[in-house]
């Protein structure tokens, strides 16, 4: 079962998830790091050379590196635009799966220090710490120069005098120019700005010449913009290749593309492919058990001058800017509240918690579902939290207590099939948040489109139907079983449900009238969420209800 258990450890994807708070998704320190060792292209963090080049040029003794991956004292580059060196490096990392696109991150958290080191190893400097401001150029810098990573790569590949310059360019050079086309592009920011900071980073970071490649690249993509003749590909041919063209304008994988048109229509397809390019909200659910009301963090958004929208959920608010300053205030720290979007407390709304009662929740890592049923309990009533993942259990233990609401929730470490063969207990609800291709939150997840593969939802398809046999092992005679993802995939929501019930005629399906709104309902019965509609993430749900005998 070995190999199972990192097949659901590797899909895991849950919707309103809380928020991440390191830089890197590995603790493991790299050894031998700094400009003298030998790079290879598949390693980020080594110095970005290119193949056939024989040296690195020597830097100014003052950007000097001698201590990079010791416990010196790092020389610091004042010469250099400090957000976009980090989004250059953050963006290197990215690429190669080593490090989170979307973060929002705690100065009392070690995540700082962590990126400082990374950018010092990779360029040879290091920068200033960064400010409230320049974090949050460098998650806009980031999310959207991935999201966009198919369109700029399209432009700067037709801009170059060879396909293959683009093809064998450096990693971090097509970075720098990546953040700059992004920045002209989509940024409402200075071209002047724009051209002089990526050129200087790029001839401090590489070599005079890579600035001055920059240089022409970028002026040339101004002079194009500003006569409106930015080259795209046109949208004629067979279905195919209309596809390839829309996922190059809009940023897509050409399967996705497919896909949607195909299910959703044209005109919905493009719709959704333009929210998931959109900047996201975010939402604030209020942390009710430790008596805190809607009215109580309104106010101290006001205090901060974060702009909010009342949500149509009591506990929730949200919000397009000032995550930094709430984050910086403590407000998820003190257990005021905690990140998590409406769908994903819709999907708790279909659970219904009722003081009480046993709850599993299966895949419960990292906890924003489990922590909404636990504070709807009111004291009375037990979750047991089940997840393979130890790592991401102990995170959602330390966010219970915060919420005081540990002495409810009970964690458990295991893989949900073995648990479920072994285990005599059996609950009133177990709700299965089951890993999905998380195609409801690519506006959030902006590194998702480009880490999901079509060959990845029959893999899926698979484990979500082993996962909801085994949770279904778990509910008591008349008890009630609740599936939910945050896809908006068929495949993955309804006809899961229909196999199912066609394997286990034991459940029947319980409509979700009565549990949320009725325009997140399906004509089946399902809630479902859409954030073309809805403007929301993506999720569905799922109530079966088990006989009594």
């Known amino acids: 079962m070995e190999g199972n258990a990192l097949a659901l450890s590797h899909f895991r994807t ?36 290119r193949a056939g080049i024989s040296g690195v040029p020597k830097l100014d003794p003052k950007f000097s590196n001698k201590g990079a991956g010791t416990n010196k004292a790092p020389i610091i580059n004042f010469e250099v635009s400090h957000h976009r060196a980090v989004a250059a490096v953050r963006l290197l990392r990215a690429d190669k799966g080593k490090a989170f696109v979307d973060l929002l991150n705690e100065k009392a958290n070690d995540s700082a220090e962590n990126e400082m080191g990374y950018v010092e190893r990779t360029l040879g400097f290091s920068t200033r710490h960064l ?71 790029a001839k401090v970071a590489l070599r005079p010449g890579a600035g001055n490649m920059v240089n022409a690249i970028l002026r040339k993509l101004l002079s194009l913009k500003e006569t409106d003749s930015l080259p795209l590909p046109k949208i004629e041919g067979d279905d195919r290749a209309q596809a390839r063209a829309l996922s190059i304008i809009y940023s897509h994988p050409v399967w996705m593309v497919r896909r949607w048109i195909r299910f959703l229509g044209k005109e919905e397809a493009l719709k959704l492919m333009d929210w998931n390019n959109s900047d996201p909200y975010f939402s604030l659910r209020v942390n009710t058990t430790n008596g805190y009301t809607r009215d109580d963090l309104i106010n101290r958004l006001e205090d901060l001058q974060v702009h909010y929208e009342k949500s149509i959920m009591d506990e929730f608010v949200r919000i397009r800017e000032g995550m930094q300053a709430v984050l910086q205030a403590g407000l998820l720290k003190e257990g005021m509240c905690a990140v998590q979007d409406e769908s994903a407390g819709l999907v708790v709304s279909v659970v219904d918690p009722q003081p009480g009662e046993t709850i599993m929740d299966c895949c419960a890592a990292p906890g924003g579902k489990t922590l909404f049923m636990a504070s709807r309990l009111a004291g009375q009533g037990k979750i047991w939290a089940l997840d393979i993942n130890k790592g991401r259990l102990r995170i959602l233990m330390e966010a219970a207590k915060c919420h005081s609401l540990d002495d409810i929730i009970t964690d458990v470490h295991g893989d949900l099939r073995l648990y479920a063969k072994e285990s005599t207990a059996k609950y009133d609800k177990v709700l299965l948040d089951a890993p999905c291709s998380g195609l409801g939150v690519l506006s959030k997840r902006a590194d998702l489109r480009w880490n999901r593969q079509f060959e990845d939802l029959e893999e899926l398809i698979c484990l979500q139907d082993e996962l909801l046999d085994s949770a279904s092992l778990l509910v008591k005679p008349g008890g009630v079983l609740i599936y939910s993802t945050c896809s908006i995939d068929h495949e993955e929501n309804e006809n899961r449900i229909t196999a199912f019930v066609q394997r286990h005629p034991e459940f029947i399906l319980q409509g979700v009238h009565g549990y949320v709104p009725a325009e997140f309902i399906t004509d089946k019965g399902f809630y479902s969420s859409s954030p073309t509609k809805h403007s929301l993430d993506g999720a569905f749900a799922a109530r079966l209800v088990r006989s009594l005998h």
Do not use: H
């Open 14 to 49: 849950r919707a309103g998830s809380p928020l991440l708070l390191s830089a890197d998704a590995s603790s493991t320190e790299r050894k031998n790091s700094g400009r003298g060792r030998v790079w290879k292209r598949d390693d980020p963090e080594a110095s970005p050379r």
């Open 131 to 201: 400010d409230d401001r320049d974090i949050r150029l460098v998650t806009v810098i980031v999310a959207g120069t991935v999201r966009w990573k198919r369109y700029i790569d399209f432009l700067i590949m037709s801009l170059c005098s060879d396909e293959k310059v683009f093809s064998k360019m450096e990693p971090l050079l097509l970075q720098i120019l990546r953040i700059g086309f992004f920045e002209i592009l989509k940024l409402n920011v200075p071209a002047y700005a724009v051209v002089d900071e990526n050129v200087r980073l």
